[in-house]
Nanobody
Framework: QVRLMESGGGSARTGESLTLSCVPSGGASSRNCLAWFRQAPGKEREWVAI???????DYTPTVEGRFAISKDIAKNTLYLQMNSLKPEDTAMYYC???????????????????WGQGTQVTVST
């Protein structure tokens, strides 16, 4: 059974930084899609960042240049470095995964079968 354990959420002020971490377990494949999604109150879940099996990354336009997704294979940990935070970044952030992919990754939430419990990020002015 795949489990995704997130940590690192919390409160920040505009312009500050936070780093989210996610440790996946139970998935056994060398080709995986790992991503971060978020959901703000009253809004639909949206993709934030994706890291492809080959290590390339994609970002939703609203976070491009401010957020960075990365993975440490030795530590089996996925990260989301969030810089220059804005109040509109306030949301529940989810680590998601799909293991054993044969092509590229999707940015649609239904494509990912494995979700973490979420970690709250709150940005104030």
């Amino acid at each position: 059974q795949v489990r995704l354990m997130e940590s690192g959420g919390g409160s920040a002020r505009t312009g500050e930084s936070l780093t989210l971490s996610c440790v996946p377990s139970g998935g056994a494949s060398s080709r995986n899609c790992l991503a971060w999604f978020r959901q703000a109150p009253g809004k639909e879940r949206e993709w934030v960042a994706i890291i492809e099996p080959d290590g390339t990354s994609d970002y939703t336009p609203t976070v491009e240049g401010r957020f960075a997704i990365s993975k440490d294979i030795a530590k089996n940990t996925l990260y989301l470095q969030m810089n220059s935070l804005k109040p509109e970044d306030t949301a529940m952030y989810y680590c998601v995964a799909r293991f054993g992919v044969t092509g590229g990754c999707s940015n649609h939430p239904l494509w990912y079968p494995s979700w973490g419990q979420g970690t709250q990020v709150t940005v104030s002015t």
